[in-house]
């Protein structure tokens, strides 16, 4: 069993500029959900990234979430995806 999970987050658009970095790869307890993984790349990158967050949606593993409760699995990857305008 796993006991830590190893996560790539990937920022875009107002959450790259937050995060100050195009992506990031951060470790979290076994089990984990996509709030776990949201709280350790704010603890990372602070409290201006937990401000666009909130207005964010999700995919991970190039699915949409719907809830943070969503389960992680090792080596997944989580899209961070600050509204868009535009057309």
């Known amino acids: 069993m796993v006991d830590r999970l ?48 909130r207005r964010c949606s999700f995919l991970l593993d190039a699915v949409a979430v719907h809830g943070h409760q969503v389960a992680l699995g090792d080596r997944a990857v989580l899209d961070v995806l600050p509204p868009f305008a535009g057309g």
Not at 10 to 27: L, M, N, P, Q
Not at 31 to 52: C, I, Q
């Open 6 to 53: 190893t996560v790539t987050v990937r920022f875009f658009a107002a959450a790259r500029a937050a995060a100050g970095v195009d992506e990031d790869e951060i470790t979290v307890e076994a089990p984990a959900t996509v709030a776990d993984a949201l709280r350790a790349v704010v603890d990372r990158h602070g409290t201006g990234l937990a401000d666009v967050l």
